[in-house]
Antibody, heavy 118, light 105 residues
Framework: QVQLQQSGAELAKPGSSVKISCKAS????????MHWIKQTTGQALEWTGY????????KYNEKFKGKATLTVDKSSSTAYMQLSSLTPVDTAVYYC???????????WGQGVMVTVSS | DTVLTQSPALAVSPGERVSISCRAS??????MHWYQQKPGQQPKLLIY???NLASGVPARFSGSGSGTDFTLTIDPVEADDTATYFC????????FGGGTKLELK
């Protein structure tokens, strides 16, 4: 069965970076785009960007350019998102999600809580 | 960005029919999708491309609409449907509605 297993919670200091992972299983990793979505405590959902694992091509929400960097390791079917120059505004749960059917998201990881605090 | 507007909350009794609306700030063709999210869980896809039932989702859920106005209908509502429901468009770069919290009376 399709699974997206994300890495554990992160506590980071302002100005630092974190790299969170999303390991895919149960399907051909390179056949589906992987998207990343931010959810703040108030529940708002924001699309961060996506990566095409086969080509490595990416597209970012303008708001997250310079903040998020998406990469993949095809050998381990794992997608990564690095968040840099962290501030408290980056505190949120970050999900990876597989895209299907016109960019609906049919499978989601369990989410990674990133907390930015001094 | 395409802004999606949802009413913040609804309360219904089990067995009733409920319609949750989502209005887009510009036309999104049929590229509207619906998710259910329960506390502490990731969102779950219910409906894709306006009216298509996602795999494994009960037929009590249905979707309709095109252009700027979309509706998710649950009929009949069950106790387990207590959750927040989000719409999401993908005609342009993806955006999400603010969510509608469904409570049961």
């Amino acid at each position: 069965q399709v699974q997206l297993q994300q890495s554990g919670a992160e506590l980071a200091k302002p100005g630092s970076s974190v790299k969170i992972s999303c390991k895919a299983s149960g399907y051909t990793f390179t056949s589906y785009a992987m998207h990343w979505i931010k959810q703040t405590t108030g529940q708002a959902l924001e699309w961060t960007g996506y990566i095409a694992p086969g080509s490595g091509g990416t597209k970012y929400n303008e708001k997250f350019k310079g903040k998020a960097t998406l990469t993949v390791d095809k050998s381990s079917s794992t997608a990564y998102m690095q968040l840099s120059s962290l501030t408290p505004v980056d505190t949120a749960v970050y999900y990876c999600a597989r895209a299907l059917h016109g960019w609906s998201f049919d499978y989601w990881g369990q989410g990674v809580m990133v907390t930015v605090s001094s | 960005d395409t802004v999606l507007t949802q009413s913040p909350a609804l309360a219904v009794s089990p067995g009733e029919r409920v319609s949750i609306s989502c209005r887009a700030s510009e036309g999104v063709n049929s590229y509207m999708h619906w998710y259910q999210q329960k506390p502490g869980q990731q969102p779950k896809l219910l409906i894709y491309k306006a009216s298509n039932l996602a795999s494994g989702v009960p037929a009590r859920f249905s979707g309709s609409g095109s252009g700027t106005d979309f509706t998710l209908t649950i009929d009949p509502v069950e106790a387990d449907d207590t959750a927040t429901y989000f719409c999401q468009q993908s005609w342009n770069d993806p955006t999400f509605g603010g969510g509608t919290k469904l409570e049961l009376k």
